[in-house]
């Protein structure tokens, strides 16, 4: 045996290299981890969320819901890097959110977010433009890209004045998606919308990411709205917003509405989400 050559060790890097391809895919896009937020008014400190932990991963629908004042919003601002936490922190592909940055963008519920001087394409190849991510040529090719993808690419060369507000959103939703954030952060985008719009919105939001699989983090007061929109739906108390729990809510959809196992799950979440107001109101 000693004339014989050595056996040559097994290859570790392959696996080493597979296993961590595995913790890179199972790994949060972005963490939430024990996160305080404050704001100032006149009179006093007012803490608007209280060491609120959650995890995001890469193509999750993942809505925040709970009661108006519960901080929702303010923790959406967070994420966006516009406000710091007082405890806690806000990591992204592990790296600590410190500033606002085009790997985070935000479509509010105001239909005045795009200047009026501008065309809908213009609006859509704003950012790309002003952040230098792209030059002017592939800028329009990226705007009539995403506009098509909205369904407004008839649309391009009018005014912001001249759609309604469900197509203003669309507009939004396209220049959001046009930089190609990490994250895609909706503060109740269609709160402002009539019934039937709203519906509408929430059927073309599942549509577009059923073909782009964008990753969104989405903020509702709505319960319907948030199990349709939502895969997983994080449920929030009031009066600092604390997380009270999570709802896997990917077996959902617009054609759920309705059903029984809808309804039930809907009525569970309102008794969880408003069970301590109960409780304080009968003492």
């Known amino acids: ?43 006093r400190v007012v803490r608007a969320t209280h060491r609120v932990s959650f995890d995001v ?18 923790l959406l601002k967070a994420v966006g890097g516009f406000i710091a936490p007082v405890e806690g922190e806000i990591r992204l592909d592990g790296q600590r ?12 519920q105001e239909f005045d977010q795009l200047p009026p001087w501008k065309t809908v394409k213009q609006n859509v190849m704003f950012p790309l433009l002003a952040s ?9 090719e990226r705007a009539l890209h995403y506009l098509d993808k909205v369904g407004l690419a008839k649309f391009a ?4 004045h001249q759609l309604s507000g469900g197509m203003k959103q669309r507009v939004a939703i396209a220049r959001a998606l046009a930089m190609q954030p990490r994250v895609l952060l909706m503060d109740e985008p269609f709160a402002a919308l009539d019934a039937l719009t709203r519906r509408k919105m929430q059927q073309e939001l599942l549509e577009l990411w ?10 509702t007061h709505s319960i319907e709205e948030a199990l349709v929109v ?54």
């Open 1 to 43: 045996m000693r004339g014989e050559p050595l056996a040559s060790p097994p290859a570790l890097t392959p696996t080493l290299s597979r296993e961590r391809e595995r913790e890179q895919d199972t790994a949060p896009l972005l963490q939430v981890d024990g996160v305080s937020l404050e704001y100032r008014t006149p009179e």
């Open 57 to 74: 991963h890469a193509a999750d629908r993942f809505v925040l819901l709970g009661p108006s004042g519960c901080g929702k919003s303010t």
């Open 97 to 108: 959110v410190t500033q606002p940055g085009p790997d985070r963008i935000v479509v509010f």
């Open 132 to 140: 230098r991510t792209l030059g002017k040529k592939e800028a329009n």
């Open 157 to 160: 060369d009018v005014h912001p």
């Open 210 to 219: 059923d073909e782009v699989r964008f990753t969104l983090l989405f903020v």
């Open 230 to 283: 939502g895969n997983r739906v994080a449920l929030m108390s009031p009066h600092p917003g604390r997380m009270r729990a999570e709802v896997n809510s990917h077996g959902f959809s617009l054609a759920s509405l309705g059903g029984a196992e809808f309804q039930g799950t809907a009525q569970r979440i309102h008794d969880m989400l408003f069970e301590e107001e109960h409780a304080e109101a009968v003492a």
